[in-house]
Structure formats: C-alpha cells, structure tokens
C-alpha cells in the first residue's frame, strides 16, 4: 500500500523568505501523480501545484515549485517569496491511476506559518 | 463555477443519534469523493462515486455509514448510531473525467464538521 510522509509537522518563515515543505512516499507504481494542497485556517483545501511521474521537469506555479526526485520518491515544495496569506497547512498528496478509483492518500501535514 | 457546496458546515449532536451530510459537486464533475479529517492528520479516504455508481469504499466506512448519489449529481453521507470517534470534518471533492486524462485534480468543499456529545 502506498504511504505518504511529511516530517516537519511545523514551519516557520519570515515574510519574503523561501522555505521548503518536504514529503516523501513509498509505492511500487512507476506511473501515478503527486499534489500539494493548500488548507488555510477554517477554509477550503485548494490545489497548489501538481506533478506527474513520467515527466522529468519539475513542475512550476508562480512562486511555487517542486523538486520531484523519482528514485529518491521525494517531493518537496518550495515557496519563494513568502507571503503572509501562504499561512495554512499544507498537505503533500498522491494517486495511482486507475486500475480502481482516483482516491488520494494525504499525508499528514505541514502547519506554515509566515511571520511579518 | 460555484465550487464544491457542503451542508451543514456545522453538525453537533448526540451520541447514538443519525446524521446526514449533503455535498452538492461542480456541476459539470462526474467524480465525487468523501474523505473523514481528524484533528491534526490528513484526509483519508471514504468512498467513491463515478456518476451514481459506488465503485469503491474504504474499510473506515463502517456499515454505520452509507453514501448515495442517486442522480450523478449531489451526494449524500449518512451516519448511523453516531459514535464519539465519529467526530471530524467530513470532505467532500469532485472532479472531471476526461478521456485519456485521469489527471483532473480534485476540487474540495469546505467540509462538515461533526462534533458528538
């Protein structure tokens, strides 16, 4: 069974700085899709960026980035630039394409919060 | 685009007593999905409808719980004989199928939170 982990249950970092969000998963699969969410406080998770495993490039949106390491199964987001609405938590997710559904397995976490 | 419509936000209730959730998805999405989030963890997954056919459902999915989309449209998730470990947000997230694009990412609600006294 696929397993996804985030170690740094808490983050901090200064407004304008860039910080780094990691996950790590474990699967057998050589074709599936990575996904940050974005939760804030109180609010709606929304996507953040996305990445498919066949693609080599690692995927970028505005001031978020990915560094996909494949053999490594490493996934982390980096964040440039940090903006005080970046505080949220922040959950790495993964999905095997079908055979079956198109569930997702979280992880566990990230609590960021961005200082003035 | 409306977005992922959820009610209640909010559901206080007894032990023992039944609740149900509604989820009203993207119109035009034929995915939907349930998740349960606890305090403090990620979302895990409950079950999943293409259109109205249940395809799958995790083993959290007690036989206290049952879900329906009758039409392909909104949803609903039922708990029976509400427990304590009952209590959490209840997500829900749809998406659309496209031929040949199984990458369509999930779009989330903002969830009901289920508290049991």
């Known amino acids: 069974a696929q397993t996804v982990t985030q170690s740094q249950p808490e983050m901090s970092v200064q407004e304008a700085e860039t910080v780094t969000l990691s996950c790590t998963y474990d699967?057998?699969?050589?074709?599936?899709?990575l996904f940050w969410y974005k939760q804030p406080p109180s609010r709606q998770m929304i996507l953040v960026i996305r990445q498919e495993a066949y693609k080599q490039q690692n995927a970028t949106e505005n001031r978020f980035s990915v560094n996909f390491q494949k053999a490594a199964k490493s996934f982390s987001l980096k964040i440039s630039d940090s903006q005080l609405g970046d505080t949220a938590m922040y959950f790495c997710a993964f999905m095997k394409p079908p055979s079956g559904t198109y569930k997702y397995i979280f992880g566990t976490g990230t609590r960021l919060k961005v200082l003035a | 685009d409306t977005g992922v419509s959820q009610d209640p936000r909010h559901k206080i209730t007894k032990r023992g007593q039944n609740v149900t959730f509604r989820c009203d998805p993207i119109s035009e999405h034929n995915r939907l999905y349930w998740y349960r989030q606890t305090l403090g963890q990620g979302p895990e997954f409950l079950t999943y409808f293409q259109n109205e056919a249940q395809l799958e459902k995790s083993r959290l999915l007690s036989d206290r719980f049952s879900a329906e989309r009758p039409k392909g449209s909104f949803s609903t998730l039922e708990i029976q004989r509400t427990e304590q470990g009952d209590s959490a947000m209840y997500l829900c997230a749809s998406s659309l199928a496209k031929p040949g694009d199984s990458n369509q990412p999930q779009h989330f609600g903002d969830g009901t939170r289920l508290s049991i006294l």
């Open positions: 699967t057998s699969e050589n074709n599936y899709y």
